[in-house]
């Protein structure tokens, strides 16, 4: 795809985890305008997708795999831990990270789930597809590279096991894998540390146990690009490949032991940072765009591909000059595209709501109402593994990419509403166990650590409960 197209070198999601994100990408929205404040708050299920719109206009439409960008989904865990992340404790929520090797050489399709679907796509583009008068839009979504369920980790499990087998893992060279540097604990962020506590990622790790966890991320990534390997060639086959645009991208990145953490959650590169790359008829082929763009840019670039008006209420702005190669400074209906990306963060494993705002070589991450908790400002050109806050450093900097980011988001009141939004889930939600409340919050994932001391978490919670919002 890169050889033969467009790839964008700094693209990011809108919300580092799975629905928030997704629900971005299928609506073209901010999160803090979708209210998809976490894995368990999306779009209603009836809500106008881009896929929605290109099947008014006639095109023929087909989806597999995950699609997760709907209200309802998800663990019980995942959604209690969200919603206490203001109460004052401090539980691991996830397993360890692991490995685990599985197979033999021989053991090419791992994630069987991922294959099926992939399956199921290449199919219906030679005995479907191929046989269309009208034009299509097939969507396929794959769970891979997402580490695996550890089923020691209790309710429904984390997902802290990087699984693959000698087949993938002999394709990553070793001696290639940079090790991340760390900061000490004391050092850390309040909030990544809060993370990285969460994430069970506090405890030591070996050099070579950080190596392997990334080494098996880096195969569960040749996996998964084995399976878009797949489709590119069904297109091929059938003689679709020529007339076909062809986008790949991701909901989030995985930190992969960068920063102390696994997983997503943060805005640090590794996490908030997706690939998103394009090819296809009216591409620029061997092309690499510097600019910032976001997922909220898919829903008008594909309504553009299908010449279907785009609404003008959207956060994002078509990719389709940048992807032909068209100076920057096109007119377009609703003004030049910003130089800035926005993304957000409401969830769990972090105990405060996050903003970060992407702008040239600077990245701006404030939390809360902006006063609370301390801002962090990294210079990408200078410090590309972000370890050095310079917020202090450039108060001018802070300033003015703070104001840009209040002309787009009045985040102190965002904060404020999702705290409260917390507040009123989770008082439902205990309401309706009755009797059982003590029992199921006990025996959530963080049960190693809860059932230690229950009464002091409950407690905590009782206290949160008792409390005015803070804003």
């Known amino acids: 795809m890169k050889r033969h197209g467009t790839v964008f070198l700094d693209a990011y999601t809108n919300s580092p985890i799975c629905c928030p994100s997704r629900a971005a990408m299928w609506s073209g929205l901010f999160t803090h305008l979708t209210e998809s404040w976490n894995n368990f708050k999306g779009l209603d299920p009836d809500y106008v997708t881009w896929m929605d719109l290109m099947e008014r206009h006639g095109y023929r439409t087909q989806k597999y795999g995950k699609l997760d960008y709907t209200s309802g989904h998800h663990?019980?865990?995942?959604?209690?831990?969200?919603?206490?992340?203001?109460?004052?404790?401090l539980l691991r929520q996830e397993g360890r990270p692991m490995v685990n090797l599985t197979g033999d050489r021989k053991h090419v399709r791992v994630m069987e789930a991922d294959w099926r679907n992939t399956d199921k796509a290449v199919n219906w583009l030679k005995e479907e597809a191929i046989n269309l008068t009208e034009p299509f839009v097939l969507y396929l979504g794959l769970n891979l590279p997402h580490p695996y369920p550890s089923p020691y980790a209790g309710e429904n499990f984390g997902s802290s096991t990087f699984l693959t087998s000698p087949y993938w893992l002999e394709k990553v060279t070793y001696e290639a894998i940079k090790i991340p540097k760390w900061s000490s604990l004391s050092e850390m962020h309040p909030v990544d540390y809060y993370s990285s506590y969460t994430k069970n990622c506090?405890?030591?790790?070996?050099?070579?146990?950080?190596?392997?966890?990334?080494?098996?991320?880096?195969a569960m990534c040749a996996e998964t690009d084995a399976m878009l390997g797949e489709i590119i060639s069904a297109l091929r086959d059938t003689g679709l490949l020529k007339r076909t645009v062809v986008v790949f991208t991701a909901d989030h990145g995985e930190l992969a032991m960068e920063h102390r953490q696994f997983y997503k959650m943060s805005m640090y590169e590794g996490s908030s940072h997706v690939p998103l790359l394009v090819m296809?008829?009216?591409?620029?082929?061997?092309?690499?765009?510097?600019?910032?763009?976001?997922?909220?840019?898919?829903?008008?670039?594909?309504?553009?591909?299908a010449r279907i008006p785009v609404p003008q209420n959207l956060s994002g702005y078509s990719l389709i000059p940048l992807l032909r190669g068209k100076a920057e400074n096109e007119p377009s209906p609703r003004g030049p595209r910003p130089s800035w990306v926005l993304s957000e963060f409401h969830g769990c494993n972090v105990n405060s709501s996050t903003y970060m705002l992407r702008m040239g070589k600077w990245k701006y991450i404030t939390y809360s109402d902006g006063r609370s908790v301390l801002p962090q400002l990294?210079?990408?050109?200078?410090?590309?593994?972000?370890?050095?806050?310079?917020?202090?450093?450039?108060?001018?900097?802070v300033h003015s990419l703070d104001k840009t980011l209040h002309s787009v988001v009045n985040y102190s009141k965002v904060s404020s509403s999702v705290q409260e939004?917390?507040?009123?889930?989770?008082?439902?939600?205990?309401?309706?166990?009755?009797?059982?409340?003590?029992?199921?919050?006990?025996?959530?994932?963080?049960?190693?650590?809860?059932?230690?001391?229950?009464?002091?978490?409950?407690?905590?919670?009782?206290?949160?409960?008792?409390?005015?919002?803070?804003?």
């Open 378 to 397: 990294f210079d990408l050109s200078a410090d590309p593994d972000e370890l050095t806050n310079v917020a202090m450093k450039f108060p001018a900097v």
């Open 202 to 218: 506090t405890g030591e790790f070996t050099e070579q146990e950080v190596r392997n966890i990334r080494a098996f991320y880096y």
């Open 75 to 89: 663990s019980v865990s995942n959604r209690v831990e969200a919603w206490t992340r203001d109460v004052d404790f």
């Open 280 to 305: 296809g008829p009216g591409v620029k082929e061997q092309q690499q765009i510097p600019n910032v763009v976001s997922l909220v840019d898919i829903y008008p670039t594909m309504l553009d591909i």
């Open 421 to 471: 939004y917390n507040k009123r889930q989770f008082i439902s939600w205990k309401q309706s166990l009755g009797q059982n409340y003590s029992n199921v919050i006990a025996n959530l994932r963080w049960h190693q650590d809860w059932l230690k001391e229950p009464k002091k978490y409950e407690d905590a919670i009782d206290k949160w409960l008792s409390q005015r919002s803070a804003f």
